[in-house]
């Protein structure tokens, strides 16, 4: 076992634990900010989906995704977050992992902001190799067309990455 697949296995323990305990994953200060970094957005962006081959590999506790010379390692406890890497919104080069070892990676969805069907909005963790802190991602996908009712597998088929925050998880 590589250390990035250990450390990916105490973070799934860990996770479970506190979501055992904890329903809500990002406390009340957390959601604060993340509210306030979402409206403070001045104008949509439009980032680029990658368009190259991924390969797929599942392993006991996480899949590995490989993106040219870059990879994740993804804790996936739940499947519904796969199909935002297979299609090309998320890759390693856009969150800057470009370790062929990888980076891990916790995506999860912040449903508490989610109030229109056309949006949806998202943190990731991402630990990149010898970093002792994670960085913290939040994004927006937008999906014209999209609806509150839809799954993430249907909402992402359609839409497309409009904001894109990246700091580490000490300067939020």
């Known amino acids: 076992m590589n250390r990035i697949e ?3 296995v105490i973070l799934s323990l860990l996770i479970s634990s506190c979501r055992s305990h904890h329903p809500i994953t990002a406390g009340q200060a957390d959601k604060e900010k993340y509210v306030k970094i979402f409206k403070s957005k001045v104008v ?13 590999t599942k392993n006991e506790n996480s899949i590995d995704l490989k993106y040219d010379s870059a990879s994740f390692i993804i804790n996936l406890e739940d ?3 796969l199909s935002l890497f297979m299609s090309g919104l998320i890759y390693p080069q856009l969150l800057g992992c470009y370790n ?3 980076c891990l990676i916790i995506p999860e969805h912040l449903d508490y ?7 949806r909005y998202f943190r990731m963790l991402i630990w990149h190799e010898n970093s002792i ?12 067309f999209g609806r509150k009712n839809w799954n993430l ?3 992402v088929h359609n839409a497309r990455m409009t904001f894109l925050y990246n700091k580490g998880l000490l300067q939020l």
């Open 6 to 8: 250990i450390i990916l």
């Open 44 to 56: 949509e962006e439009d980032h680029k989906e990658y368009i190259g081959e991924i390969v797929f």
């Open 79 to 81: 499947k519904k977050y």
């Open 100 to 102: 062929p070892k990888g």
């Open 113 to 119: 902001l989610n109030n229109k069907g056309s949006k």
């Open 133 to 144: 802190s994670p960085e913290v991602i939040l994004f927006e996908l937008t999906n014209e």
């Open 153 to 155: 597998e249907r909402f």
